[in-house]
């Protein structure tokens, strides 16, 4: 008791100290970030990983708080408000579909600092959005799926048939048949985020249907258990789901924004924020690799390490045409090849896919 | 698309819809309308996860869903049946309240793996008979357990004398009361009994079909469950082919997706195909409701003073 009076006062006495000595300093240091998650921290996917980099930057002496469950709807300005009124710097809004209630907030608050998802719908010169090249990490597991595939075929539940999950699935299966030609990969929409049992389902009927390796884009790991049950591979998504199937998993792409969380408190710490976009990716560890099962050959090993430190050296460019679509069309020329915009607005699936975009 | 694995799936898919249903029924048929049921399985989903996991015990983990399914129902039953409290908005607001309870409890479970599995009796010869071999007697203990349950429970309703009362306590409770029976306990009875069903429902979520909790797993089929209790007009045998069609429409939406067959009509439009029959047969029943087979009782709370 006595001695956590003593560092009580000594923590007082630095805290004054240091605010007589370095008063801007002391302030900076004071920052408090408040995130606002759309879904609920124990989704063990999306969300979860947001709160994960929340702790990460309150270890770096940034006071945190947040909201999960928000839908998005003009509620997120009431929020967004209150937290403002509590004394909060930066606003981490952490779906899409915020941009618009984030733009009117943070017009009215020019001094405070707003962090959203891209794509930028709705900009202010204090939002800076953010995401992952997710795609990059897809294309790595592919080229894993396609050298483990027995039987020529590849499962992969979907959740929406939004950009994000085209390209991730585009790339995928350029990166299968990158070492293997005759891979199809057929892909089941569940038409939902976060539907366990029914992506467990889909899994299931894909692995029914021949599949012997199965990748997802979900917020749940049900899909891999679903395959691990019935023989099949499984390639996880979003964290690393490995201890579900440690046999069966192969591995996954995972996301960490502790990497961008960070950044961004620097950024105003420093006072070098500046708005617009920001990507990350395999380079700066936004996204990664979860560890590959020790059933993986070595050759197959290197060549996905090989592979990633050229996509990070900017010497692979799997998007480099001429790429057909799986109705014959050609979506990328020779010699051409897709920027963030074209990804952000992909509306085609590469061939090599089985299976149509839901409309 | 093989028939007989398409039905398996089908019968998997529909196996927590159909304890859940089973359970809402018993409650609709003792007058007693609980809109609660979605909570009521996230509750047992949640405790049926976290016994099994302290415990090691898949089936300590299913007795363990079911009471505390029971112990969430008699709270519901206290404010519906005792203070006579609107069955309708009570039910709504244990829908919230079960999933908020679990996402309290189950914070701590999030993502872990479960160490034990649900087992499958080996039927023997049975499990090699062509097509009904791969169709139904490969399944988990829990798919048995339901399907005898709702015979057990249609012959119990039909066959019984305590059926009779039963059926009495939803159509005309006053006469059961000038019997000198106990309309208060009775019906504390089957609130309690079907959500414990309900909690069992929930339980198959989180222990067999993926065994891993995770928040709001049930995911909408408390709903389809309300829903085919009407479906079925309040019969527990329609009930169980009813929870296979829509475990059917479940496991189709996916397969339709798949190989050289694929067809192009929309996932969309077959995931809402469950929720449109539903729609269809209440406008079917709804200027015939006495035919159609409704306690008549159904949502009123019985009150003697009122008679």
Redesign the interface.
């Known amino acids: 008791m006595k001695e956590t009076k003593h560092q009580l006062l000594r923590a007082v006495l630095l805290a004054g100290a240091a605010v007589l000595a370095f008063p801007l300093t002391a302030a900076a240091q004071d920052l408090k970030a408040a995130m606002i998650y759309v879904g ?5 996917g999306w969300t ?1 990983r947001h709160d994960v980099a929340r702790q990460c930057i309150e270890e770096q002496g940034v006071e945190t708080a947040y909201v999960e469950t928000v839908p998005e709807t003009p509620d997120v300005v009431n929020v967004q408000n209150d937290f403002l009124s509590q004394g909060y710097d930066m606003i981490f809004a952490t779906a899409f579909g915020y941009q618009p209630f984030t733009q009117q907030v943070a017009q009215a608050n020019p001094d405070k600092h707003f962090f959203g998802i891209t794509p930028t719908i709705a900009p202010a010169d204090n939002i800076l959005n953010f995401y992952g090249k997710l795609w990059d990490g897809r294309y790595l597991t592919g080229l894993v799926a396609g050298a483990m595939t027995e039987s020529n075929k590849i499962g992969f539940v979907a959740a929406q048939p939004i950009p994000t999950v085209i390209a991730g699935l585009n790339a995928f299966t350029l990166g299968a048949r990158a070492v293997n030609p005759d891979v199809t990969v ?7 985020w ?5 992506e ?3 899994a ?3 692995v ?3 599949a012997d390796v199965i990748a997802q884009h979900q917020d ?3 899909a891999v ?1 679903g395959a691990s049950e019935k023989g099949a591979w499984a390639i996880g998504s979003e ?1 690393d789901m490995t ?2 199937a440690p046999e069966r998993v192969l591995t996954g792409t995972v996301w960490d924004w502790c990497p961008f969380y960070s950044k961004a408190v620097e950024m105003v710490r420093d006072g070098s924020f500046a708005p617009g976009e920001f990507y990350g990716g395999l380079d700066d560890g936004t996204v990664s690799l979860a560890p590959l099962n020790s059933a993986v050959p070595a050759d197959v090993a290197t060549q996905v390490k090989d592979a990633q430190a050229a996509i990070i050296a900017g010497e692979l460019d799997y998007w480099a045409g001429p790429i057909v679509s799986n109705e014959g069309n050609e979506v990328v020329a020779a010699g051409a090849t897709l920027g963030i915009a074209d990804i952000n607005g992909m509306n085609w699936l590469v061939e090599g896919v ?3 975009l ?2 | ?2 028939p007989d ?1 398409l039905l398996a ?1 089908a019968i ?2 529909g196996t ?1 819809i159909l304890f859940a249903a089973l359970g809402e029924l018993l409650a609709e048929r003792a007058g007693v309308i609980n809109l609660g049921l979605e909570g009521t399985m996230l509750v047992g989903a949640v405790s049926g996860f976290i016994v099994a996991a302290e415990t090691g015990s898949i089936w300590l983990g299913v007795v363990g869903s079911a009471l505390s399914g029971a112990l969430f129902g008699l709270a519901f039953a206290f404010l519906t049946i005792t203070l006579r409290m609107n069955q309708i908005v009570t039910g709504l607001g244990f829908t919230i309240l079960g999933g908020g309870l679990s ?1 309290y409890f ?2 701590g479970y ?2 872990r ?1 479960l160490p034990v599995s649900m087992a499958r009796p080996d039927l023997g010869t049975l499990a090699d008979v062509p097509f009904l071999g791969v169709a139904l007697f490969r399944q988990d203990f829990l798919v048995y357990i339901v399907l005898a349950l709702a015979i057990g429970i249609s012959f119990y309703i039909y066959r019984t004398r305590q059926g009779l009362v039963l059926r009495a306590l939803g159509n005309s409770p006053d006469v059961l009361d000038m019997l000198g029976m106990n309309v208060t306990a009775l019906r504390y009875l089957y609130v309690g009994l079907g959500t414990a069903l309900a909690g069992i429902g929930g339980a198959y ?1 989180s222990l067999v ?4 909790w ?4 049930t ?3 408390g709903w389809i469950a309300l829903a085919l209790v009407i479906f079925a007009s309040w019969r527990p045998l329609w009930l169980m082919f009813g929870a296979c069609l829509f475990g059917l429409v ?2 189709l ?3 339709m ?3 050289e067959g ?1 067809s ?1 009509i ?3 439009f077959l ?1 809402m195909l469950p929720y449109a029959a539903t729609v269809l047969v209440l406008v079917l029943i709804s200027g015939a409701r006495a035919r159609m087979n409704a306690p008549v009782a159904l949502g009123t709370a019985y009150d003697r003073e009122s008679r």
Not at chain 1, 194 to 198: G, V
Request: net charge negative; glycine share 10%; charged share 15%.
């Open positions: 609920p921290v124990g989704d063990a979860y057929e892909v089941v929409w569940t038409l939902s976060y539907d366990p049992a029914a467990k389902q889909a299931t009927a894909l029914e249907g021949g749940t790991p049900s258990i964290s201890a579900f089985s299976g149509s839901p409309n | 698309m093989s694995l799936a998997v898919a927590p996402a189950g914070s999030v993502g793996p979520l079909t993926t065994p891993t995770i928040e709001n797993m995911a909408g089929r479940e496991a939406r996916f397969r997706q798949i190989g694929a192009t929309d996932p969309h995931s």
